[in-house]
């Protein structure tokens, strides 16, 4: 099959925000505890966290990291993860229905943040709390010093202020299963209070409102224009989250569900700018996907859990190599929408439907939708360009007209060098790609990284962590004023230009 990628300089998706390759860390099974704090643990560093996911989390270059839920924060006292740990209050964890042991809280994972390059991305408690506490945390934070929670803090160890910049007004309040869930009404009301008396402490933040739990809630739609309607002047970000998997092991449409990210994507736009038209704004709000991933591998494991445990293995999906394919498709499709998702979480980071996996006390090894997270995050800085694809689609019961290949390329104009990311969707046939690249004269190839697998359903694991690994004896012929890839059946591609 022949396929061909027209781009050009000036046609520009937009800039990315490097908080596109965000991600997420929630007090939830093995995400903190024995994932990135475990003091016994043999590369622990002096205040617990493993040296060896700190390692991994650096390899995959995170901006922006959310914290500490999720629903786990629908229920938290933030007060009780503060302070002498030996004081620190155990509670019943109603959300995931577990003990939380308070040793780590946000001083401490403000430091992980940090020993990983990365910034916090904070939630506040709009399900069993509300504004007074969030704006008690705020202050805990970002306020110098002077009053009583910012010289709680001081008296902790942190003189410095963390000036936290991006925070989440509550989590996913449309949910049944949240703890104080809301209707759009009463969540526009507390989102919209809650924001202005934020604003009031610390105007350089940016706040995010929770939009629908996924595309398919039955509120959706109606639920972001009320919210919207209560929130625009106050916010800058409406929140999307969703996870896919193949349930029915139908592999053709489940490499398709990007398709359905897109058009959650461009639905939430629709009514951003819906709402943006009523009121006569000239402010845009922009959105923040901060949950995304696939999720499904872990679902019946977890109906089997005995709850009140301590950091118990909760939501630990084992990736197939088809799901490092769909990661790929789904980051291709957050680029394609860049100039309006500005921030995006893959959920989550470590242990819980995680990229990066441990043994309590033991290794650290990557999953198979690490590479093509870590390809996007390091390759894919900078300006996306509009792909132009003409290339064959295929349909099947569920979904129509999927093209074969999905592909965008990004040019990164600080390091001059342009990045093509592209999945060949085909089980059957290699794909012979055309990159037109008259727009960028002497281009020369760097490298051409494949991620393929004979195996749809391979996976690594700690006897075998390298099962699924990319190499980068791609092939792609330089021709003039273009270069031909050859994208293998059912593999990632990041093929690399100077
Ligand atoms: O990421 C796992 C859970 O998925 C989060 O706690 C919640 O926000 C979502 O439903």
């Not at 903190?32 to 493993?50: L, N």
Request: with cysteine.
């Amino acid at each position: 099959m022949k396929a061909k990628l027209t781009i050009n300089k000036d046609f520009k998706v937009g800039q990315i925000d490097k908080r596109l390759y965000g991600s997420f860390i929630e007090h939830l099974g093995r995400a903190v505890y024995h994932g990135i704090y475990e003091p016994s643990h043999p590369t622990a560093d002096d205040m617990g966290f493993r040296k060896d996911v700190l390692d991994m989390v650096k390899q995959l270059n995170v901006p922006i990291v959310r914290y500490p839920g999720g629903n786990f924060v629908s229920g938290y006292r933030w007060e009780d993860g503060i302070g002498p740990k030996e004081k620190r209050p155990r509670r019943a964890e109603l959300a995931w229905r577990v003990i939380e042991t308070n040793e780590v809280g946000i001083g401490e994972f403000q430091e992980w943040a940090k020993r990983a390059n990365s910034q916090v991305m904070q939630a506040v408690n709009l399900g069993t709390r509300g504004p007074e506490d969030a704006r008690n945390l705020l202050e805990y934070c970002n306020f110098p010093k002077g009053t009583y929670y910012s010289d709680l803090r001081r008296s902790h160890g942190f003189e410095e202020p963390f000036n936290i910049k991006v925070w989440c007004l509550g989590n996913e309040m449309d949910g049944p299963w949240q703890l104080g869930a809301k209707t759009a009404e009463e969540y526009g009301r507390i989102a919209c209070e809650t924001a202005k008396i934020m604003r009031q402490l610390d105007p350089t933040i940016e706040l995010v409102a929770c939009g629908s739990s996924h595309l398919n809630m039955p509120t959706f739609g109606k639920w972001e224009a009320t919210v919207l309607e209560h929130t625009y002047d106050y916010i800058d970000y409406i929140s999307l989250h969703n996870y896919y998997g193949n349930h029915d092991n139908d592999t053709k449409s489940y490499l398709a569900c990007s398709l359905d990210m897109d058009k959650f994507i461009k639905s939430v736009i629709a009514i951003c700018d819906y709402v943006k038209a009523v009121k006569h704004s000239d402010k845009t709000i922009n959105l923040s996907f901060d949950e995304w991933n696939v999720w499904f591998h872990s679902n019946e494991a977890d109906k089997k859990l005995e709850p009140w445990q301590i950091a118990p293995h909760q939501l630990e999906d084992i990736y197939t190599f088809e799901d490092a394919l769909v990661v790929g498709c789904l980051l291709i499709t957050l680029l394609k929408n860049c100039d309006r998702v500005k921030i995006a979480c893959l959920a989550q980071l470590v242990n819980v439907i995680a990229p990066i996996m441990t043994e309590n006390g033991g290794s650290v090894w990557a999953q198979t939708i690490f590479y093509p997270f870590m390809h996007a995050s390091n390759y894919g800085r900078g300006v996306a360009l509009t792909p132009v694809v003409s290339c064959d689609s295929y349909s099947t019961e569920k979904v129509k007209d999927v093209p074969y290949i999905e592909t965008i390329a990004v040019m990164n104009e600080d390091k001059k060098e342009l990045t093509v990311f592209a999945v060949n969707r085909s089980l059957k046939e290699d794909i012979e790609l055309e990159i037109d690249l008259r727009d960028f004269k002497n281009a020369k190839l760097i490298e051409h990284i494949v991620l393929e697998n004979d195996d749809m359903k391979a996976t690594n694991t700690a006897e075998n962590p390298l099962n699924v690994a990319p190499h980068n004896n791609g092939i792609t012929k330089m021709g003039s004023d273009c270069a031909v890839a050859t994208l293998n059946k059912h593999s990632w591609n990041v093929i690399r230009f100077q």
